[in-house]
């Protein structure tokens, strides 16, 4: 009998009652009702398919050693073999299945066909197995690896993932992205190309009449799910069925992965650089490396060259910036800026010694007028000062030295010209600590260190008043604590020991000077708890006072130069300290005590603080004598008052206070009051109020908050990162107003708009640049979700000023594959 006039294969009445169908591994060879599929009652079950025997040498390899042993797991493998041949076997369920053994296979009805992370369903599916070749017609849906495609008619090579399928709509699992096209053709299971296709990440609703608010339609685009990308030709970006911007050819991720290519332009519209569109275009170099090139026209200025490089490694990372500004059209003549930030470690190859630490931190611009006209590359301590500042770090065990050099470059104002800080070429630095050491006998417990450091400053002697000097100074410091469970009790000294060798004599003649300082303090405390009950809830509630005694005696410092020493902030932090001054050029006199307590309210359960409250106050015992140039002494014998109070009594709210009362005049000297309100995600807002009596007063408010509220829509609660639903609208702003200038003296407002797949952002910003000098522009910005933002970023200008603000998207974690599993 002829194979082929043999009629073809058809399933018993039992069979087709059962309506599922799979077949495993040898296709076209046996058929198999699948073991979920039940029969009809008082049908017969199908005999069990038996076993092979075992050969000679699977006998005997089965007596050397115990079989192997199945291990669970708890989820399906997220990723699944992608070589061809690797997928496993195939498995196809219908109504109807027919087919000649190692030919043909045809599924009709409800036909489906799954291999590895690859499923296809259709009303007819025919498989022709010696081309591997499998052909779909009618309600034809293919899903791979979470990627969808749903059209009329498919054909395809299923081990090469190689095909076409006619007129299909698809959806993507990273972002969301759909469309549909002509046609697709499948190169393999990880590149296609679409034809006069369509692109967007909205997303369709019920409605027969749906169009995206935005898509790219392209004569051709060009997938690939490897490198996450996606290249169009001959496209048009359409916005509310109105185009905004054509390519020859563009080219736009896929997911959150880097690439080469051309970034949407940004525009800013301000009063110093009048309208400005930069061009950036970014390389992605290697997954560790990248660099991005950002010209802008400045429409009052010329043209700005921009660049930025990155780089990352386990043991370094660093970033380079630069601007070129040739010809500035307002102030006639080159502009330049450079920033470099560099963190790593070096490999010496000496054993002995180990890793060495070497940081950049390089800025510099071309003239004094550029923290007025334009951004600088870099970071620097504020817009008019730039570091050069290099240094190289080692440490071993207790022991760390270092070695750096630090030259500023001030930008002058005439009207508001500030003192340059010392540049210091170079400073070599040394510290030797032990915590809960032996000493000398003595026991354990001990805290003890050795600290040196030598500095060579210089400055312009003209502008700073003083000679420049090398400088010695080392500081010996032993404390004992003794720690109980209700209490502590710290004694510590500590000797400090200056030597100045100056390029200018002194006051007195001299062109050298020392200084050495002995300090004693003595820090205690106890500890009390209760529990507690207030408004229906219950707390530990503790008591905890403090006492803290110093002791360092008087020694003349009046004629010594100021290089680095500056008068620490009278606060809770610093009120229990020995030493007024931070730097090494003062060393206090003291011979005060410092009271304060301090009670907390404390969920007994998590800890959590939701009231404290303190107050704190020196008694001063003799005048202090030892001062920076310029300032008096402080003679009062009893301090201000230091009073600070946080509640935290629900989540939504907080309080935070602080005020510094004089009690002479019974006014407070300073205060600083701030409350915020954060009932959910994207609903925040916050007020401050700062006051320094005679000095300043400013009152501080931020918030975001969704606009909709006002008439009821209270959105949906998806989550951070995920925004409150289409359709809503966002006020975020900051303002700082100060009272004593009657003046706005910053100020950030600025709307977002969330729609399905976009979100709008328009932001003014004003910003002050000098006394009576300030700076205004305005953002705006279209995101393409998942595509690409187009205009001015505000993002970061909201996040450094808006207090809690919250990103509309954020990409939180990468979908499944099982998201869209069919």
């Not at 005997?60 to 708890?74: D, F, H, N, R, V």
């Not at 009362?661 to 007020?687: G, L």
């Not at 009152?699 to 609660?717: A, Y």
Request: hydrophobic residues 35%; positive net charge.
């Amino acid at each position: 009998m002829r194979r082929a006039s043999s009629p073809p294969l058809s399933l018993s009445p039992v069979a087709q009652a059962a309506r599922r169908l799979v077949l495993c591994a040898a296709l076209g060879v046996s058929y198999t009702v699948p073991g979920h599929a039940q029969a009809p009652a008082g049908s017969p079950a199908p005999a069990p398919t038996p076993m092979p025997a075992p050969s000679p040498a699977m006998a005997e390899a089965g007596s050397a050693q115990s079989p192997a042993q199945l291990k669970g797991t708890p989820q399906l493998a997220e990723k699944v073999p992608g070589t061809p041949g690797s997928e496993g076997p195939t498995f196809m369920f219908g109504d109807r299945l027919s087919g000649r053994p190692d030919l043909e296979t045809v599924i009709e009805g409800n036909a489906e066909v799954r291999r590895g992370a690859t499923s296809i369903r259709a009303d007819r599916i025919e498989y022709y197995q010696p081309d591997d070749l499998m052909k779909s017609r009618g309600n034809v849906r293919i899903n791979n690896a979470g990627n969808r495609f749903d059209g009329p008619e498919l054909e395809i090579q299923l081990d090469r993932f190689e095909g076409f399928f006619t007129q299909p709509t698809y959806r993507f699992l990273s972002n969301g992205g759909n469309g549909q096209a002509e046609r697709v053709d499948f190169i393999d299971n990880q590149h296609m190309t679409a034809r006069r296709a369509t692109y967007t990440t909205c997303e369709r609703g019920n409605e027969a009449s749906w169009q995206p608010d935005w898509v790219l339609r392209a004569s051709r685009v060009d997938f690939d799910f490897d490198k996450e990308v996606g290249v169009a030709t001959g496209a048009v970006l359409r916005f509310k069925n109105v185009p905004i911007l054509g390519f020859p050819k563009v080219s736009f991720p896929l997911s959150d992965k880097r690439k080469s290519g051309l970034l949407p332009p940004t525009i800013n519209v301000g009063t110093v650089n009048g309208f400005e569109i930069r061009q950036p275009y970014y390389f992605d170099i290697a997954p560790n490396r990248d660099a991005t090139f950002s010209p802008a026209i400045m429409t009052k200025r010329g043209i700005d060259y921009a660049g930025e490089f990155r780089y990352l490694d386990p043991r370094y990372r660093g970033i380079l910036r630069a601007n070129v500004l040739p010809g500035d059209k307002l102030r006639d003549r080159d502009r330049w800026s450079y920033g470099l930030q560099h963190t790593g470690t070096v490999d010496t190859g000496i054993q002995a010694i180990g890793d060495v630490g070497l940081n950049l931190n390089l800025n510099r611009v071309s003239d004094q007028n550029y923290w007025r006209d334009l951004t600088a590359s870099g970071n620097s301590l504020t817009p008019r000062l730039f570091a050069q500042d290099a240094s190289v770090t080692w440490g071993r065990g207790y022991f760390s030295a270092a070695a750096r050099t630090l030259k500023w470059q001030t930008l002058q104002d005439i009207s508001a010209p500030i003192t340059p800080p010392y540049d210091r070429l170079p400073q070599f630095t040394a510290n030797y600590t032990r915590v809960d050491a032996p000493l000398a006998g003595l026991g354990n417990g001990f805290d003890w260190s050795l600290e040196g450091d030598y500095t060579r400053f210089e400055a312009d002697r003209a502008l700073t008043g003083q000679p420049n000097s090398n400088r010695a100074f080392s500081r010996a410091q032993l404390a004992r604590p003794w720690l109980f469970p209700a209490g502590f009790i710290t004694p510590k000294v500590q000797l400090h020991a200056t030597r100045y060798e100056f390029d200018a004599p002194l006051g007195n003649g001299l062109r050298t000077a020392s200084r050495v300082v002995p300090t004693f303090s003595l820090d205690t405390g106890l500890q009390f708890e209760r529990n507690a009950r207030a408004f229906g809830r219950s707390f530990t509630q503790t008591l905890e006072p403090r006492a803290f005694y110093v002791r360092t005696p008087f020694r003349d410092q009046s004629l010594l130069p100021n290089y680095d020493s500056a008068a620490t902030d009278f606060n809770f932090a610093t009120v229990f300290t020995e030493n007024a001054f931070v730097g090494n050029d003062r060393i206090s006199d003291a011979n005060l005590l410092t009271l304060g307590v301090t009670s907390r309210l404390l969920n007994p359960a998590t800890g959590g603080e939701a009231v404290r409250f303190g107050v704190a106050q020196r008694l001063r015992f003799e005048d202090q004598k030892v001062t920076l140039p310029g300032v008096l002494p402080t003679t009062d014998r009893v301090s201000d008052l230091l009073v600070g109070t946080s509640v935290n009594w629900v989540p939504q709210w907080s309080f935070d206070g602080a005020v510094q009362f004089n009690p002479k005049t019974s006014q407070s000297e300073r205060s600083a009051f701030a409350v915020r309100y954060n009932p959910s995600h994207y609903r925040t807002v916050s007020a401050a109020f700062r006051r320094q009596r005679g000095i300043s007063e400013q009152i501080d408010i931020g918030w975001q908050w969704p606009i909709n509220d006002l008439w009821g829509d209270k959105g949906r609660d998806l989550g951070a990162g995920q925004g409150q639903g289409p359709g809503r609208y966002y006020a975020v702003g900051r303002l700082n107003y100060s009272t004593l200038e009657r003046r706005m003296t910053d100020s950030v407002v600025g709307v977002e708009y969330e729609g399905c797949c976009w979100i709008g952002r328009v932001v003014l910003q004003r910003s002050n640049t000098g006394i009576t000098n300030s700076g205004t522009r305005i953002l705006f910005q279209l995101e393409l979700i998942g595509f690409s933002r187009i205009g001015a970023s505000p993002l970061e200008t909201l996040r450094t000023n808006v207090p809690r603000y919250q990103f509309l998207r954020e990409k939180i974690t990468s979908p499944s594959r099982f998201t869209t599993y069919d």
